[in-house]
């Protein structure tokens, strides 16, 4: 729980510093001539930052009920959902990172392949 805590506020400060960038506009009211590569690279790491806080919040639920209900039967289940979960975490973590490519014009909006 406090690793998502931690993450929690990084992510925070992250949205913070994006609304300092411009953020806080209807995203079909801004012209492409006026994205920000600052704006855009916070908002990746933002994304990256929110994935990594609920992937550690839904552990913690999970490690909760492994600690309430110790019954052997359930430990099985308990095992697939937490693969599930760090998996399903892990794969929209590198949803975001990966989005573009090259990982660069994700924030460049005129780099090219």
Do not use: N
Not at 12 to 24: A, K, T, V
């Amino acid at each position: 729980m406090l690793v998502a805590l931690v993450l929690w506020l990084a992510t925070l400060s992250m949205f913070q510093y994006s609304i300092s960038c411009g953020m806080g506009k209807h995203l079909w009211d801004v012209r492409m001539t006026e994205y920000s590569p600052a704006f855009l690279q916070a908002w990746t790491i933002a994304a990256v930052f929110y994935s990594a806080t609920m992937m550690f919040i839904k552990l913690s639920i999970l490690f909760l009920y492994r600690r309430v209900f110790a019954i052997e039967e359930f430990m099985f289940r308990w095992w697939i959902v937490v693969a599930f979960t760090v998996g399903y975490s892990i794969a929209g973590i590198c949803c975001s990172i990966f989005a573009c490519t090259p990982i660069v014009s994700a924030w460049y909006v005129s780099a090219s392949q």
